[in-house]
């Protein structure tokens, strides 16, 4: 009944990230959407494994070790399925990721290692071959900053 449950949650989250991108981006056929260029924003983002280099709060304070959960290696694959693990190479979250159509949002849909469902939009502020910076409002409440440079 758990995994049943699970599931549901799974499917109904992914079916919020499908209308939330859908709504966000072009309602041109695909037929008629050119293909993305390259170096475009979902390109740039799958083309490496990103490793956290830093957090930092609003005042560019230095945050990490109070923000330890941002920090890791991600990897985002172009078919749209992503992993977060730790430094020490363990599995802490999987699923689903899509950007906004103008590259300005990443979304994320998943479970973590222990299985519990989330769903998560941050604000891209850097994205590109060499950084990838994007700023998140902590479970505290504070707005922070984490970076990101290709392992």
Wanted: proline share 3%; hydrophobic share 40%; aromatic share 6%.
């Amino acid at each position: 009944m758990k995994n049943l449950l699970l599931s549901n949650t799974k499917m109904s989250l992914l079916t919020i990230l499908s209308v939330a991108v859908f709504a966000l981006s072009s309602c041109k056929k695909d037929d008629d959407k050119a293909p993305e260029p390259a170096g475009s924003p979902s390109e740039i983002l799958a083309s490496v494994t990103w490793k956290s280099t830093v957090v930092k709060d609003q005042t560019g304070k230095d945050v990490t070790a109070e923000n330890g959960g941002y920090v890791g290696l991600a990897k985002y694959d172009l078919n749209g399925n992503f992993e977060i693990r730790g430094f020490d190479g363990a599995l802490r979250s999987s699923g689903q990721w899509a950007l906004t159509a103008d590259g300005k949002k990443r979304m994320l849909i998943g479970t973590t290692a222990a299985g519990a469902a989330f769903s998560r939009v941050v604000d891209i502020l850097v994205l590109n071959k060499s950084l990838f910076t994007y700023r998140i409002t902590n479970p505290q409440g504070v707005v922070v900053d984490v970076e990101h440079i290709p392992n």
